[in-house]
């Protein structure tokens, strides 16, 4: 029997203007980093966020290295961090020789908790060593509470960095997340809500910070008619032919932004209902992306581990995860502080991932639905019926 077609997670989905964009690249010979696409790309994603600049980079782990770089980490320095996301929003810290120190997430928006991270900051003070920085991350597509992080952050006089690598397209109040802080950064990496299939852009209203930042980016080469270092760069520039899909991309965001919530409201629709299972909130003042439509379950309500609908589901040749592992609890950080973590570990236990995809049509979202109802006793789904 043919297998079913197989569900991802989220993979890319074109717009259909890509192509013609990369014709022009190609048509111009502009195979380079650098070119008229990419000089393009900056200037309307930019006026997309709202923000002053943009400097278009290989990857979003590259924009926050950079970031990190120009606001003064330096090694031994701590950089605070939220736990619950992935390992990319921390790595950039140890190339920089800094640690970081985890923030345990809230509850309601799974994101850094404003009073945890209060708290921390006073017990840092205190110490008299108070962290250089702090990395912001809007998971899935939810924001952060900005406000009171931000308050509280200025406070202290600490500098704020947001990682919105699944929050391109999302608002908080009326701002782009990533727009808040000193610097944010957004990620076109495959599976993001946009994708250039593999980039990332940093954000900021700072001109001298954007400019060193492309400096860094290019290996740091002075302006001389040689080749003229006086300090260490990075070959992290995105390329012009990379640029040119992206703008493409940003021509669907908005449509992409819609059916990643249409999806996550049917799902919400038809599994909510059932014992033990609930769903990411909507925030009351983000207007969230919903990158990853995610859910909980309460395994003793439900009747099964999460771990066991993951598997179900694979079985139907359809993919589903458990929520990043919280990088307090991942052996390379073994050794790192963390302020709270229990939220981030009970949303570890119970979450998951659902299918995501833009491209997804409502006969593939209904095989995701069936096969997770199915594991539900019957006089529960009679009840729900
Ligand atoms: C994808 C992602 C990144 C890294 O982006 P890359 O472009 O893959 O380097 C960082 N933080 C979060 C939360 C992400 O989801």
């Keep these: 029997m043919a297998k079913n077609k197989r569900i991802f997670l989220s993979p890319p989905h074109m717009g259909g203007k890509e192509i013609e964009y990369v014709r022009d690249a190609f048509e111009s010979n502009y195979i380079a980093p650098v070119g008229p696409q990419l000089e393009l790309f900056e200037r309307e994603f930019a006026e997309t966020v709202g923000a002053s600049h943009a400097v278009a980079l290989s990857t979003g782990t590259a924009a926050l290295h950079l970031a990190l770089r120009y606001v003064g980490v330096v090694p031994g320095d701590e950089v605070f961090c939220s736990s619950l996301t992935f390992?990319?929003?921390?790595?950039?810290?140890?190339?920089?020789?800094?640690?970081?120190?985890?923030?345990?997430?809230?509850?309601?928006?799974?994101?850094?908790?404003?009073?945890?991270?209060?708290?921390a900051l006073d017990v840092k003070k205190n110490d008299g060593c108070l962290p250089r920085a702090v990395v912001v991350v809007h998971l899935y597509g939810e924001c952060a509470e900005m406000d009171r992080i931000m308050e509280i952050c200025d406070r202290f006089g600490v500098?704020?960095?947001?990682?919105?690598?699944?929050?391109?397209?999302?608002?908080?109040?009326?701002?782009?997340?990533?727009?808040?802080?000193?610097?944010?950064?957004?990620?076109?990496?495959?599976?993001?809500?946009?994708?250039?299939?593999?980039?990332?852009?940093?954000v900021t209203d700072d001109s001298d910070f954007a400019a060193k930042v492309r400096f860094w980016a290019t290996q740091a080469k002075e302006n001389k008619p040689y080749y003229e270092h006086l300090e260490m760069g990075y070959n992290y520039r995105m390329s012009n032919v990379l640029a040119a899909i992206g703008r493409g991309q940003l021509r669907v965001l908005e449509e992409r932004v819609k059916v990643k919530r249409c999806i996550y409201e049917l799902y919400k629709q038809s599994l909510g209902n059932l014992p033990g299972i609930s769903f990411m909130a909507d925030g009351t003042n983000s207007f969230s992306t919903h990158w990853l439509s995610c859910m909980l379950v309460d395994a003793k309500s439900f009747g099964h581990e999460p771990q066991k609908i993951?598997?179900?589901?694979?079985?139907?040749?359809?993919?589903?995860?458990?929520?990043?592992?919280?990088?307090?609890?991942?052996?390379?950080?073994?050794?790192?502080?963390?302020?709270?973590?229990?939220?981030?570990?009970q949303l570890f236990e119970c979450g998951i991932c659902l299918p995501s995809g833009t491209a997804m049509t409502d006969h593939e979202i209904n095989r995701v639905v069936e096969v997770i109802r199915s594991l539900c006793k019957p006089e529960q789904s009679r009840t729900m019926a």
């Design 159 to 202: 500098t704020v960095i947001e990682d919105a690598a699944e929050a391109l397209g999302a608002r908080y109040k009326e701002r782009a997340p990533g727009t808040s802080g000193r610097a944010g950064f957004f990620s076109f990496n495959g599976n993001k809500i946009i994708t250039t299939s593999g980039g990332g852009m940093l």
């Design 310 to 345: 993951c598997n179900l589901l694979e079985e139907h040749n359809i993919e589903a995860r458990p929520l990043w592992k919280p990088l307090h609890m991942q052996p390379l950080f073994k050794d790192n502080e963390i302020f709270g973590g229990a939220v981030a570990e």
């Design 87 to 119: 390992i990319a929003s921390a790595t950039p810290i140890l190339f920089l020789g800094a640690q970081p120190v985890f923030i345990d997430s809230s509850k309601d928006s799974w994101n850094m908790d404003p009073d945890i991270l209060e708290q």
